[in-house]
């Protein structure tokens, strides 16, 4: 029961990591594109 619930976890900790990453990119998009249009 216990290692099935830190399995979880763990799957979430990536999931939200991943997310984080995916609106970093993102940003750093947003930020080239506003310097390419000037």
Do not use: P
């Not at 976890?9 to 970093?24: G, H, M, P, Y």
């Not at 998009?29 to 310097?35: A, K, P």
């Amino acid at each position: 029961m216990a290692v099935k619930m830190l399995h979880y976890l763990t799957i979430d900790c990536a999931i939200a990591i991943s997310s984080i990453e995916i609106c970093k990119l993102y940003d750093t998009l947003g930020e080239v594109r506003r310097l390419l249009a000037q």
